[in-house]
C-alpha cells in the first residue's frame, strides 16, 4: 500500500514513497537554499518557479528508485499548509492530477503533522501516547499526543520560534542562511558559559517559549564584540545554542512530567542539532524517559513525513476532496 506524497511548503521540493509501517521505498528533494542564499531568506515567487521545474521530474525519480509503476501507488498526498501559498499550490495541484488520472485517493497533509510523527517511522511506530516537542523555522510547540490526529497543544511560542531564533542570531553575526546548521557547527569549537544570554519563562511550570529576549539580547552585546576573532564567534555560537536548547530539554521534561507520559518525541529542523541531541539523550535517561528522535534527514522538510502522516490518515480511512484548498496558516490543534 505505498503512497506518494508531494512537500512543496516552502524552498523545498520533495517527493517520496513511503509503505504504511514508515518505511520509505524512496526520497528526493530538491533543495533551493543556494538560490534564497544571496536574499538572505525564502523569496516567495522565487520559490514557486523552482517548485514548477523539480516536482514532475522527483516524481518520475521517486517512482523509478522505488521500483514502482505509476499505477502501484495507493494514494497521492501533499502538503497543504502551513507555509507560502503559491509553494503550496504547486505540490497539492500535481498531487491532485496525479489522483484524478489515476483514480485513486487524494490525502491532504498537515505539514506540522508531518514533523510530529516523524520520529515514529523507520520501525519505531506505532504512533502511540507521548509527549511531542517540534522545533522548526517557524514553529515551536509542545503537543500530547493521544492517537493519530488526537492532539492536545500544551504550549507554545510567545514570539520567534527556536528555528527563527538560530537564523535571526546567525544572520547578525554574519553566517550565512540558514543559520542553524551554521551555529551548530561553530558551537563545537565554543565555551557554552562565555556569555550568559536570557531563557525565558524557565521559573515555573509554564509550558510556553519566547526567544525574542535572545535576539535582543545579542544585539546588545554584538558592539562590544570582535566577530573576526574565530573563538568570539564560536563561543557567541555556543552560548546561543546553550540557552536554546537548554529551555527546550527542560520544557520537554516539565511537559512529561506534568501530563504523566513516559515516552517524549522530538522532530523538526532544530531537532538536527548536535548539542541539542546530545543533551536531550543524558536528560532523558537521567529521568527515565523514553526518547524518540526523527532520524536527522528526516528532521528537515522532507516528503517522507508527509507520505507517513498520509499513510496514518489513510489507515484509518481518512482521505481529501479534490476542492481541498491549501492554508497558510492551517492549525495542527
Ligand atoms: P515549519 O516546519 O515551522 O513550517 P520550516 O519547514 O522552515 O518551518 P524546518 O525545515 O523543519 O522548518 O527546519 C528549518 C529550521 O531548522 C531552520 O530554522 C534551520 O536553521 C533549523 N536547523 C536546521 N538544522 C539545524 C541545526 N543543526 N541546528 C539548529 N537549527 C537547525
Ligand atoms: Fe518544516
Ligand atoms: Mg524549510
Given at each position: ?8 511548503s ?9 509503505t504504511?509501517?514508515?518505511?520509505l ?68 495541484s ?5 489522483a ?17 510523527l ?16 517540534i ?7 509542545l ?16 514570539d ?8 535571526k ?15 551548530d ?8 558559559r ?12 509554564s ?6 529576549g ?26 546561543v545554542?546553550e ?23 522530538v ?28 532520524k536527522?534527514?528526516?528532521c528537515t522538510?522532507?516528503?517522507?513525513m ?15 476532496a ?9 492549525a495542527l490543534?
Amino acid at each position: 500500500m505505498p503512497i506518494l506524497a508531494l512537500e512543496s511548503s516552502c524552498d523545498e521540493t520533495a517527493a517520496a514513497i513511503c509503505t504504511p509501517e514508515g518505511t520509505l521505498l524512496a526520497s528526493r528533494i530538491a533543495s533551493q537554499a543556494e538560490i534564497h542564499r544571496r536574499y538572505g531568506g525564502v523569496v516567495p515567487e522565487v520559490a514557486s518557479r523552482n517548485h514548477i521545474l523539480h516536482v514532475r521530474p522527483l516524481v518520475q525519480e521517486v517512482l523509478e528508485e522505488a521500483g514502482l509503476a505509476l499505477g502501484e501507488i495507493t494514494a497521492f498526498a501533499a502538503t497543504s499548509g502551513p507555509g507560502l501559498v503559491s509553494s503550496l499550490l504547486i505540490g497539492t495541484s500535481m498531487a491532485k492530477a496525479l489522483a484524478v488520472a489515476e483514480k485513486k485517493p487524494f490525502l491532504a497533509v498537515n505539514h506540522m503533522e508531518g514533523h510530529l510523527l516523524s520520529p515514529f517511522m523507520g520501525g519505531q511506530g506505532p504512533v502511540r501516547p507521548s509527549v511531542a516537542l517540534i522545533v522548526s523555522g517557524g514553529h515551536t510547540m509542545l503537543v500530547q499526543v493521544k492517537s493519530v490526529g488526537e492532539y492536545i497543544l500544551l504550549g507554545r511560542t510567545r514570539d520567534d520560534a527556536a528555528g527563527e531564533a538560530f537564523d535571526k542570531v546567525a544572520k547578525m553575526i554574519g553566517l550565512p542562511y540558514p543559520g542553524g546548521p551554521e551555529i551548530d557547527k561553530q558551537a563545537r569549537q565554543g565555551n557554552p558559559r562565555a556569555f550568559a544570554f536570557p531563557r525565558s519563562f524557565m521559573d515555573g511550570e509554564s509550558l510556553e517559549f519566547s526567544f525574542s529576549g535572545l535576539k535582543t539580547a545579542v544585539l546588545y552585546e554584538l558592539p562590544k564584540l570582535n566577530l573576526e576573532d574565530p573563538t568570539v564567534l564560536a563561543d557567541v555560537c555556543a552560548s546561543v545554542q546553550e540557552a536554546i536548547i537548554e529551555v527546550l530539554v527542560e520544557k520537554l521534561v516539565l511537559a512529561a512530567r506534568q501530563t504523566g507520559e513516559t515516552l517524549v518525541t522530538v522532530s523538526g529542523g532544530v531537532s538536527c542539532n548536535r548539542g541539542l541531541r546530545e543533551k536531550l539523550m543524558a536528560r532523558c535517561e537521567k529521568e527515565k524517559l523514553t526518547l524518540l528522535l526523527a532520524k536527522p534527514d528526516l528532521c528537515t522538510d522532507n516528503a517522507g513525513m508527509i507520505a507517513y502522516a498520509a499513510s496514518q490518515r489513510f489507515q484509518l480511512g481518512q482521505s481529501s476532496a479534490l476542492e481541498a484548498d491549501v492554508d497558510p496558516n492551517l492549525a495542527l490543534v
